[in-house]
């Protein structure tokens, strides 16, 4: 197993795509290609099914990848503690969290970080719940800090803080008009209002359109975006409603005051936030005391 190969493989399977995957590895789509050929020639037999979009692995891909995750594990383990035994401070962590948590809890723990570990180089990945999954199953980063509400067995959950859904919408809203702010109500009392929504790479943008089919409802949609903030702000300025974790955090202290907040009746996902990493990995001290300072930051 050519592990530069691999590499190009799990880039694939991340994008759905030879393209896409050739470019956030900087290299040219033939090369790529030639690349995944030549390890399909070692193995005997093909690692991708030829015609699906997105392309798919086939039952010895999926091995392939599977054995070549658990190789990729063993290196990097036997680097970290090495690198403990030999009493080093230096290293590569890999942190993946969401947009919105990243621009209040980084702040908060990276200057403290920085002073204990001034030779860490810290990479943060900021990307949707669902895809900081698949780049943690994948090793593109260590340890991950995000919503979820289904585990996967590769990996291991700590549970980081409770959430629950609520209703946000602009005060010009027929909703608005309705009921008062931080009245329960039910999903359905939303219909006829033009919803914003996280996109489907984020776990909640994936759970709120599972209730729309639940609920057999038939919204409109006016926009879809990446982050909770934008959402918001969004759906505030454009008399137009949202959901979004409880408590509601933002940059602007305010904006929550332009709106009306409601509690969601038979609302069964809490999509609580989870530090993730996968299961079996040598955590170095500098990733425990990372993981200790984030804990810490929540409770600031």
Sequence with gaps: MNMKNLQ??????QEGNITAAAHTQHVSQPALSQAIKQEEQNLGTPIFQRGSTPLQLTPAGKRYVETGRQIMMLEQNLKNELSDLNGESTGILRFGISAQEGMYLLPRVLPRFFQMYPQVKLCVEER????????LLDGTVDIVLARYERKREPLEYRLFAKNKLVLLCAQDTALARKYPSGSSISLRD????????LEKEHHIGQFVREQFVQYGMKVKVLAEVNSFDTAKRIALSSGAVTLSPYPLFSTDPDL???GNVYFLKNMKSSHHSYLCWRK????TRYMRDWIALLEEGAQQ
């Design 280 to 283: 079996n990995m040598y955590q």
């Design 128 to 135: 949707g719940s669902a895809l900081l999954e698949e780049m």
């Design 256 to 258: 929550e005051r332009q």
């Design 8 to 13: 190009y493989v799990l880039a694939v399977c």
């Design 190 to 197: 939303a219909q006829g209002e033009a919803f914003v929504l």
